[in-house]
Structures are given as C-alpha cells and as structure tokens.
C-alpha cells in the first residue's frame, strides 16, 4: 500500500485506524460510559469529570499477534507476553485516579496496570458488558509524555479481559493530553525547501539517510517531493524495501479508469532496477515506478528529479545514485501541468493503520540544491516544517525537526517531547556545490 502526503494543496491526515473487533465479541458502548465514574464511584474519584483515553488509540505491544487493537479497544489477547499500551502527556504533577471500562465475558479475570514505577492490580469479574472498574490511585511525580501499560494477570476461557478505556481524575488530570482522535498512527511531517524569488528548478538534488532505528514496516522517507509527484524509499515488510518514483495526473479522480487521455500520466521509458511500474489510484491518479532494492540505514542516498516543460505539458525524470552510477527510475510526460517545478519538500510518513506507530521514524536531508535551466546550482538553504498533527487529525506531539549542517533531521513518533512547530522556519549552513555530472 502506497499513501500520498498532499503537502502543497492539502496535507494528508495519513491511515485510518483499522477497525479490529473480536470475531467471538460484540461490542456495545453508549455515550455516557465515560462519564460513569464521575456517579459511581465518588469515593475512589476526587475530580467532578473524568478524562476517558481510549484504547482504539493504544498499542499491542511487542505487537498485535496475541492482542488485537480495534475501534473497541482490547480484544483476543490470549499471551500474557503481550501487553496493551497507551500515552497521555501529563502538565500538572499529583495524585491521579485510575478506573477502566472492562469487560470478561467468560469468567473472572485480573489485569495490572502500570504506570512508571507504580503497579495497581484490579479484578475484572464477568461480564459480558462494559462495565467501570475502579483500579485505584497513583502519584505523577513529574510532568510529560508518560503511558499506562496494562498487563495480563489472570484470564478465564483462554483470553484476557477486553479494555475498553481508561478513565483518569484527580489533580494530575487537568490538562492532561492524549490522542482523542480516530486516528493512530505517526503523524507526517514534512520539511519545505524555498526557491529563491525569481530561479527557476530545472533539476532538484537531495541527500537523505534513514536513521538505523527507523527500519520500522510501513515507513515511507520521501527526498524529492515537487508539485507533481515525489521520489523517496520505503519499508514494506520485514524483508522488502522499496526506491518508489511517482507522477501524479492533474485529472480530479481517485479512479485511473475515469482519466481522459487528455490528462494520462504517460511512461516514457524505466531503468534496469524498476520491478513494477504501474497506472495507480485511490490517492489521486497517475504512474509509479518501484524498485525492490535493499537499500539500508545509515547509508546516505542521493536523488535527482528533472523538469523539462513544453508546449503540451512536463516530462519529469527520476535518479537516484548507487553503484557509483547515477541510475533511471522512470522518465514520465504529463500532458497537463505547470511548466516549471515548483512545492519542492521531504516527507516522513507512517502509511500503516497504527501497528508500530509508537515508535520513533526519522531521517536526515542534506544538501538540497536546484539546478536552473542554465545549469546554475543554487543551494535551498531557507525551509519550513509542517506536521498533519491537530486535535481532529493526530492529537500527538512526539514530531520534530532541527537544523544539522548544511541540511535538517526530522522524525515522528517515539512519544517523545517535539522540538519543532507548524510552519515554523528553519535555515540551513551554507554549503559546497556536490560534484554531480547530471544524467542524460
């Protein structure tokens, strides 16, 4: 599955969360479930309103074999090995209470919740409903990003209890923040490179390295993103990488069939390495390149995207150097576009429905040139980052970007503090002009 990050006309919010109910469970909720501590259970709570997290945006942790995360929460989780996982970024210190929404539907069963160095164990009687639980109170002895992990103790009929949520009052709750979107996984960022007023991209030259802990299924690190496409590499698998070259039709369709030949993204020619090129669809249209290729972290990998307009239309072509060579991804002509290159930007996404998403995926970008029309190299030292990140799209803050030398490193995810902030500007050192011979 390939997604495509609309940074110039409209930023994608990225994968839906998959929605994973049990295959043995019906899950029914209703609107006031969140609010049943705030009644119920007054002895145990010290706020008047509860914060409800919920555990469609956790994590099955090492991964989601044994536990299932869905738009209920927990279910299947049959191995105590695994574990369910969820963040929240506390602002204020103090003691903090602690419910769950649980369900056991076939007996008796105990979970332990963890939160730092503080352990609560609660009992989970049957139900086939979900019902409030209190667990009990602990103290956050410092703000930040934190996460409850919640672990099986005892379970009955083969699995543990399903979760729902957790539900947090107390001092430690207020403003407290956590993801209430439908969504999951990283948000994107991106990183936009400003030509200089008046100079014109007839090529765009770009560096990147994939930081070794970001060799993580389902990341995509794109180099050379322009108003018509992007060229960057990906982790597909455990065992498949990806150099993916894409050129996207101006034709207003998610659907490849409904494009007039008016407006067709058209193959010119593809390099040795291109194991699959393709019309594409349900993200905009137009052709793709991909090149099963091992490429690995921590290697620094050069790209170069060509621009060369004409009455009709573009015809851009994509490199990228290995093997001491500049080799061809794929040379396609648009019909239908704008005559010079322009939107020129790197991306990090995270293309999964969530599995993974709480770990870190960066990258570093060096050396980002234009080439004119009359071959004069010109250093994009001025930028500005950009992250889907908002309350009704990715509620998260672990996203950043910092200068490093005559380039930035970015990254998202990891559930750490964010070093950067929407639309903020960043300036890069100056830098020598790479020796390149350009292609063609």
Known sequence: MIKKAHFIMAIAIGSVMPFLNSCKKDVKTTDNESRILTTTNKNLLTSTVADTIAL?????IPDEDYISIGSGGTSDWTRKTD???VYTTFNITGTLDVSIMAKAPAGNCALIIKIEDQTLTVQVPQNSLYTAIPVGTVNIKNTGIKHFEIIGKIKNGGYFPDVQSLIISGAASVNAYYNKSGYRT???VHDGYNIPSGDTASWFYNEIKVHKESDIVNSFFMANGFNSGYFGIQVNSPTERRILFSVFSDYDSNDPNQVPAAYAVQLISKGDLVTTEETFGNEGTGRHAIAVYPWTTETSYKFLVHSVPDTGGVTYTGFIFLNNKWNLI??????VSHPNMYGLYSFVEDFGGGLNSYKRRGMTMKDQYIVTPHGKWIQLTSSYFTTTTHDD??????????VNGTGYNMFTGGFVPQT??????FTCNPGKTPNVNLPE
Not at 420 to 425: G, H, K, L, R
């Open 83 to 85: 574990t369910a996982r």
């Open 330 to 335: 794929a040379k396609y002509y648009k019909p």
């Open 186 to 188: 990283c948000p994107a």
């Open 393 to 402: 799209h990715f509620s998260r803050t672990d996203y950043g970007n910092a």
């Open 420 to 425: 950067a902030t929407d639309y903020e500007s």
């Open 56 to 60: 469609s945006n956790g994590y099955g």
